[in-house]
């Protein structure tokens, strides 16, 4: 399949002034690889120059998934000759010195394999570096972001799966395997299907896009697909309208049990909220801040703002970029 580049565009209205802060940057090209989405920003001295988006090849082996990597980050790179950083973002845990992946969940054939290496091995222009996809979507929102310049910046990511990062002083803290931890299986007391790790109530399957899905059609939404299905039948008149609006409600106050725990453990400045379910922010983190405006008390945790990702679905490209442009001058 031939990938398409084409010049960056703002993700949505309300980032394009974000990303006009994007200048003057060393140049560098940064890779999301999610479970559902293969996702490349190249950033230069003009700021975010190129963008692309493609699905993530389906169950394979690990050369293959390399091949596919390596060949959609060569249409990236312009014609000019030079050295190119590469930060690669991935979904899951790696090792203490960040070069081999521990475990991929969502992408089993690359568990145990050294991305970044295998990657700038077939790539004589690039050096790699490995990072959470967490932690990278934290780092862009905390520098260039939602998470304006704030000292303690928390970010959500409610997406394929759930997770968190948290990010002080322009730091990223690394507590367990270079994430701040399994946010994913705190256990929210809630009803609902089993998760992988054996729990019921885990966050994850109650608040990422697979968890929510669920959640509506045990409410008698049988047909969405999808998140966008969702949000489409919350936001348009039909029969559906009322079931799919206290679904995002019903969210909204789960997201908020969820950041109560996490505000109280961090003590955040701000928390941004991002991953393919913040498209329907409007329609939950209303419900989000007002349990967290109800249950927190300043014993617990300052005063802090829950905002939406500014940089929408290339915050973990862009903050993957980064940091490889950040390793790269060091």
Known sequence: MKLQVTPARPASAESAGVLLQLKNFPRAIGCDLG???????RLGPSGLEAT???????PTTASAMIRAITGQV???????QGHWPLGIAVPGFLDESRERIVRLSNLPALSGVALGHEVARKLRRVGAILDADTNAAAHAEATVGSGGGKGRVLYVTMGTGLGAA???????????RHTVGQVAHLPLGERGHRCYCGAVGCAETLLSARGI????????????????ELFELATRRGPRRAR??????????VLGKLLQIL?????????????????AAELFLPDARAWLSRSLTPALS???????????RFSGAIGAALLAARVDRA
Not at 35 to 41: A, M
Not at 74 to 80: H, I, R, V
Not at 217 to 228: E, N
């Open 302 to 312: 300052p005063e802090v703002s829950v905002e939406a990702a500014a940089l929408g």
């Open 35 to 41: 479970g559902t989405n293969l996702k490349l920003v």
């Open 213 to 228: 899905l669920l959640r509506a059609r045990r409410s008698g939404i049988a047909k969405a697909s999808s998140t966008l």
């Open 74 to 80: 060569k249409a990236m790179l312009p014609k000019s």
């Open 244 to 253: 799919a609006t206290r679904l995002w409600r019903e969210t909204g106050g």
């Open 263 to 279: 505000a109280a453990l961090f003590s955040p400045d701000r928390i941004v909220i991002g991953g393919g379910v913040a498209g």
């Open 166 to 176: 948290l990010v002080v002083a322009g730091e990223i803290v690394r507590v367990s």
């Open 52 to 58: 692309s988006e493609s699905p993530t090849p389906g």
